[in-house]
């Protein structure tokens, strides 16, 4: 089992609606949408209105990657929008407990973000409280990126750890996913692939083949 999700930060934001039909008509799992508030961040990129117009434009599962210094502040509205699920990150100030409790009272799926250079260890004390554990595979803020040497070895990990403490979190990776280092990935244990400009550069329909064929493989 895995699932495939299309970062829209990658998509033509003057055709969203189209890209986003091409990414489902090709057989994408899910959307994933990342919202930066240039604190957490120095980017700034969607807000809650895009998860509006997104949840207008496909029935997809919609999962939100917050980038915001106070995620708590955007789980009722996010709950109301119907998404699917919500990530929070490990490194938020005052820590991402808050906000899994939150995200986990209204029903949603839960996930925790680790950044590249946080250990694996530190998703130990919240693997009772979350559904995935999301793995960024480059430094968080931009879409384009090269996957990150080590990342492997650290789905590695997180798949070691879950396995011996027989936890079902799913283990997700975000960023550098691409034909050539998503079977890496996928060997070391991530089961849900988010991909943005390997999706979205050129022909949509193409890319999702050629990402799912890679899996396919396996
Ligand atoms: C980066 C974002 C990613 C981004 C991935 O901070 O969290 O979701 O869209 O983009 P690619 O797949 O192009 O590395
Ligand atoms: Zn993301």
């Known amino acids: 089992m895995f699932e495939l999700c299309a970062s829209i930060l990658a998509a033509d934001p003057e055709n969203l609606a189209r890209d986003v039909q091409a990414a489902e008509t090709a057989g994408v799992d899910a959307f994933h ?35 915001v210094d106070r995620p708590l ?26 906000a899994l409790k939150a995200i986990r009272a209204t029903g949603l799926k839960a996930g925790l973000v680790l950044n590249p250079e ?24 931009h879409g384009g990126q090269a996957y990150l040497s080590g990342s492997n070895e650290k789905i590695t990990a997180a798949r070691t750890m879950t396995q011996i403490l027989g936890s079902s979190v799913v283990i997700q990776v975000d960023g550098g996913i691409n ?30 083949s050629r990402l799912q064929s890679k899996l396919d493989l396996e």
């Open 73 to 98: 502040n955007y789980i009722e509205e996010l709950a109301d929008l119907g998404v699917e699920s919500i990530s929070v990150h490990y490194e938020v100030p005052g820590g991402a407990e808050p």
């Open 33 to 67: 949408i990342d919202i930066m508030d240039g604190r957490f961040v120095p980017a700034v990129s969607f807000d809650t209105r895009v998860v509006r117009a997104m949840r207008s434009m496909t029935k997809k599962p919609l999962d939100v990657h917050l980038m």
């Open 179 to 208: 034909s050539k280092t998503l079977p890496g990935a996928y060997k070391a244990g991530a089961r849900s692939i988010v991909a943005g400009s390997a999706v979205f550069c050129e022909n949509i329909q193409q890319n999702v």
């Open 118 to 141: 946080t250990s694996i260890n530190a998703a130990l004390p919240y693997l009772e409280q979350i559904d995935q554990l999301l793995l960024m595979t480059v430094h968080p803020g």
